[in-house]
């Protein structure tokens, strides 16, 4: 399996065909279909494969892992990963990962269980995203606990399969995060840490590569073949975000970064 390594885990969110309104703090992680085809047709022609997270944990539990894995994952369970994503990876011929907030199920614009359902029915992994979308960073460790114990039974309950994996809501981390999914039976937690996944033995703190939609297709290229130099740009810009989060608190931040989209939003209108 370390010959897979080092491995790209991308990070999506959600997809727009232009005919939903989107927030403008949500408004950077939102991808149009075209783009999102096209970064398929990229993966594709670099020999790259689309993957679910437990292929790579546990070689062979659903089918052959294929030559050139590169891990995709859907964050939060927004509608458009079925109704957009869905139909786009399967003509594609590759999986996913879907980490899913549970407590936003059937509400809209997320996805219902149906809609779940039928990623599961098409081969896609469910993970979990966490019951509420609390930043971990404001919770306790009984808390966290909750967050990720629930979400994890509700899935399995409804989908009647194992949940193995999940995500770290939010970009405000809790280290206590790590520990608490691994007691709690999970074989993999990943986080928002900007970088290639370069150790198998690390399955807690599975750094990933956000694709949001100002990235320049060249870039998206070179950091799926493993360009450390991009990736390196991207942990840079991370690290300042960092500094911010760290100085400001979770509130302040969330209340800065929301002015200045909206800002950028009420400007582009
Ligand atoms: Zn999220």
């Not at 059937?106 to 599961?120: E, F, H, K, V």
């Not at 981390?173 to 150790?199: E, H, K, M, Q, S």
């Amino acid at each position: 399996m370390s010959r897979l390594f080092p491995l790209p885990v991308l990070m999506y969110h959600d997809l727009s065909d232009g005919r939903d309104r989107v927030a403008d703090e949500h408004r950077p992680y939102v991808l149009s279909v075209a783009a999102f085809r096209e970064q398929m047709r990229v993966l594709a022609e670099a020999g790259l494969h689309g993957t679910r997270l437990d292929e790579i944990l546990e070689p062979g539990s659903s089918g052959p892992v294929r030559d050139h894995p590169c891990v995709l994952t859907f964050d939060d369970g927004h509608a458009s990963n079925c109704t957009l994503a869905l139909p786009l990876l399967v003509e594609a011929g590759f999986r996913a990962t879907f980490f899913v907030t549970t407590g936003w199920i059937g509400r809209a614009p997320y996805m219902s269980w149906g809609q779940i359902r039928a990623l599961a029915a098409a081969c896609m992994e469910i993970g979990s995203h966490s019951m509420t979308h609390r930043p971990p960073a404001t919770l306790t460790s009984s808390e966290l606990h909750d967050e990720m114990a629930d979400s994890r039974k509700l899935l399995e309950d409804h989908l009647g399969r194992a949940v193995v994996t999940a995500s770290s809501p939010t970009g405000f981390f809790n280290p206590r995060l790590a520990p608490v999914v691994r007691d709690i039976g999970y074989r993999a937690l990943c986080v928002g840490r900007v970088a290639l996944w370069t150790d198998p033995a690390d399955r807690f703190g599975i750094p990933r590569l956000p694709v949001k939609r100002r990235t320049p297709p060249a870039d998206f290229r070179r950091m799926v073949l493993g360009d450390r130099w991009v990736v390196t740009r991207l942990r840079g810009a991370q690290m300042v975000r960092n500094g911010l989060k760290m100085a400001l608190g979770v509130d302040r931040y969330t209340r800065l970064r929301q002015g200045l989209l909206s800002f950028a939003g009420r400007r582009r209108r």
